[in-house]
């Protein structure tokens, strides 16, 4: 009989100090907790550009569905054409405290610059909230009306003129590298940390052309500093309605990228999870999405499994585009 309650004693206490240990261990009861402290969402390029914007704005929305007394903050990390804040991402803490605001052209980078420290297996998307295209501006010292007068120029001038893009085999690199493929025009490709200082390069003068985010371009176009030539979009954007698409000017190229908040690949579920729905509801806002029209984005909702899986199959292509391109890591 001793033996017996010697034995449920020692159970009971062992069972007790399971409990205590799974209630004060990282993990349990982690979502229930979180955030106790300031979350950042890491954005690769500059402030002022597409990218930090589009953060923004989501973050904006975010707070109305965040845990009360939650603070989600913008940490732009810029250099190396991306490749700086991408790395910050995928090596944060899987905590949930250091979020990333990432492109296509993160999962690419493996495929362009030789050390990439990650690829698409080291970011987890949770929710895609944009896909939109580029304009194509040039500075209004060269009197283009439209992409026909430029491509007209480069004809004429091959190799002269200058042609801007946020970072290396970006969005912006990707639709100037569609455009010479369509036309057979060559331009000097000069690569910058992000959309804002490509376009004040352009409207200083001290760049000629440029692809740069729509949202990016409409208060410097507004001023008169750039011109836009063209929409990389199929169609034309009703937030400047008058600038045609490529494919109207009968130049057949399209493109357009997303938007994604992601995490480092190993953070708890329950943390996933929680900013998953979050963003589910964030996506859901019309007044979100008007904001974002207006700034000149896309909307778009796609959170949880769908967001999983439309991240795969776009990698796929982008991967299947670079080795049709002959791109080799450098």
């Keep these: 009989m001793f033996a017996r309650k010697t034995l449920f004693m020692y159970m009971a206490i062992v069972s007790g100090l399971a409990t205590l240990l799974f209630a004060f261990s990282p993990r349990a009861g982690y979502a229930a907790a979180y955030p106790v402290k300031p979350i950042e ?38 250099a190396g054409g991306g490749i700086a804040g991408a790395t910050a991402i995928a090596s944060a ?36 909230g944009a896909s939109d295209g580029n304009f194509l501006i040039a500075n209004p010292k060269f009197g283009f009306k439209d992409a026909r007068d430029l491509i007209a120029y480069a004809k004429a001038n091959p190799g002269k003129l200058n042609f801007g893009v946020g970072g290396a085999y970006n969005s912006h690199d990707f639709f100037r590298w569609k455009i010479e493929l369509a036309t057979g025009i060559k331009v000097n490709r000069m690569p910058f940390n992000g959309g804002a200082p490509t376009l004040a ?25 750039v011109v836009a030539l063209a929409t990389s979009e199929g169609e034309r954007t009703p937030l400047a309605p008058d600038v045609p698409t490529m494919k109207e000017l009968g130049i057949d190229v399209v493109h357009a990228q997303w938007r994604c908040i992601t995490s480092p690949v190993n953070t708890p579920q329950e943390i996933k999870n929680l900013i998953i729905n979050v963003l589910a509801k964030t996506f859901s806002n019309p007044e979100w999405a008007a904001e974002l029209k207006n700034a000149g984005f896309n909307p778009v909702n796609i959170t949880g499994a769908a967001a999983l899986d439309f991240y795969n199959k776009d990698f796929a292509e982008y991967r299947d585009l670079v080795q049709k391109l002959g791109i080799t890591a450098k």
């Design 201 to 225: 390069a352009v409207a200083g003068g001290h760049c000629d052309v440029a692809s740069v985010s729509i949202s990016e371009a409409l208060a410097a176009m507004k001023e008169g500093k």
């Design 41 to 78: 969402i890491i954005c690769p390029y500059s402030a002022g550009g597409g990218q930090d914007i589009w953060a923004r704005i989501t973050i904006k929305y975010m707070m109305q569905y965040m845990p009360k007394g939650s603070r989600v903050v913008v940490n732009n990390i810029t």
């Design 93 to 128: 803490k899987p905590d949930g405290y250091q979020l990333g605001a990432i492109v296509p052209f993160q999962l690419t980078d493996q495929f362009i610059n030789k050390g990439t420290p990650y690829t698409e297996k080291s970011f987890y998307p949770l929710g895609f």
